[in-house]
Each structure stands twice: as structure tokens, then as C-alpha cells.
């Protein structure tokens, strides 16, 4: 697929590609039903119950019986081996076409994000962030309520870079600082021994 533009990346068992969804945030999963460790059905499974990331299953099992069952787990199409190579690039096309585009705005509580513009306003105050800081309130503000560890957020934000063990808290401590002024209740909540989440106290 790196030819035809798209940016790809591969994940060598189930476990590894349900990490780097969570990372990365694909526009489309092509996923393989047998994969070692956590199986196709069960990535998805977990996929569908996280959102509507569209799925695109491939397997060597070309029976009903195996095609509903993929369907009904949340796949959003199935294509069985071998299968010509145009056809699949015209699967994903279709997938895409389907899939909204990012949103241009993104909203918790009185916090507004104009990814476009990044400009960033609490109420009708506006906020100034640095670019790290930027993609990490966008990060949260993607995934609302949700607790995010550590781990997830250096994959995210940091992406590999050779970083201070503390390097998350301190950002976050930065944003804090910007998000949370006189009286505003706090945003970025830290949930002991598991990592942070955007909510309401």
C-alpha cells in the first residue's frame, strides 16, 4: 500500500496492533484473523467496543459460516485470500470514502480545540501552548474520559524520542498550570498507579 501513498504501519501480532491503534490512530485497520498471540476476532472485537474505526478483515477461511462471524464481530468488510491486489486497494478506497473526516473542533467541558488554527480557549479565555503541549491537550481531547497511562501518552506525543521519566508529568503539570485558572475546576485528573484522564471532578 506504500505506494499507492498511504502511510503504513504493521503490527506483528494482535496484542502490538491494538497498541498502536491506540497510539497512532489509523483511518483503517487491515487485519488479518489469524495473528499470534490475541486473534483477529478478538481485536476487533475490542476495536468495535472503542469506537467505529473502520476494519477491513482478510483471511484464507472462505466459508459463510467464517465470513458472518467476522461481519458480526464488527469487521466493515471481508476479503479472502489470495485475492488480487486491485481489489483490495479498491476496498480500502470505498472504507475511506466512509469514514468522516477528523474533526475540525474538538470540545470537552468549556475546552475548545480549532485544531486547524490552534487556538486553544477556556471559556472565553484564550490559551497560548507550545507545540508539545498542543498535542498533548489533543490527545486528551480525542480520547475524553478515557484513562491514558504513561506509556500510552510517550507513544503518542513523544513517539520514540529519548525522554526524562518524568517527562509526561511534567507536561502535564503544564498544561494544568494554562487549563486551570481561578476558581475553574480541574480538567486533567490523575488516576493513581494508572495515568490521566480528561474529566470533570
Known amino acids: ?51 467505529d474505526l473502520p476494519v477491513l478483515m482478510l483471511t484464507a477461511r472462505s466459508g459463510t459460516v467464517d465470513r458472518v462471524k467476522g461481519l458480526d464481530t464488527g469487521a466493515d468488510d471481508y476479503l479472502v485470500k489470495p485475492f488480487a491486489y486491485a481489489e483490495l486497494l ?8 466512509r469514514t468522516p ?26 490559551i497560548a501552548l ?7 491537550l489533543s490527545h486528551f481531547l480525542r480520547h475524553p474520559r478515557l484513562v491514558l497511562t504513561r506509556d500510552q501518552l510517550l507513544a503518542a506525543v513523544w513517539a520514540g524520542e529519548d525522554t526524562d521519566d518524568n517527562v509526561v508529568a511534567v507536561y502535564v503539570g503544564y498544561l494544568r498550570a494554562k487549563l486551570d485558572g481561578d476558581g475553574e475546576p480541574r ?9 490521566y484522564s480528561l474529566r470533570e471532578a
Do not use: K
Open 101 to 126: 473526516p477528523p474533526a475540525s473542533i474538538l470540545r470537552f467541558a468549556d475546552l475548545t480545540m480549532e485544531v486547524a488554527t490552534g487556538e486553544v480557549r477556556r471559556g472565553e479565555r484564550v
Open 1 to 51: 500500500l506504500r505506494p499507492e501513498g498511504y502511510d503504513v504501519d504493521v503490527a506483528l501480532g494482535g496484542a502490538q496492533a491494538l497498541e498502536q491503534v491506540r497510539s497512532r490512530r489509523p483511518d483503517l485497520v487491515i487485519l488479518d484473523l489469524m495473528m499470534p498471540g490475541v486473534d483477529g476476532l478478538e481485536v476487533c472485537r475490542q476495536l468495535r467496543a472503542n469506537g
Open 187 to 195: 480538567l486533567i485528573q490523575t488516576v493513581r498507579g494508572f495515568g
Open 90 to 97: 479498491a476496498r480500502v478506497r470505498a472504507l475511506l470514502r
Open 130 to 136: 507550545t507545540a508539545r503541549e498542543f498535542a498533548l
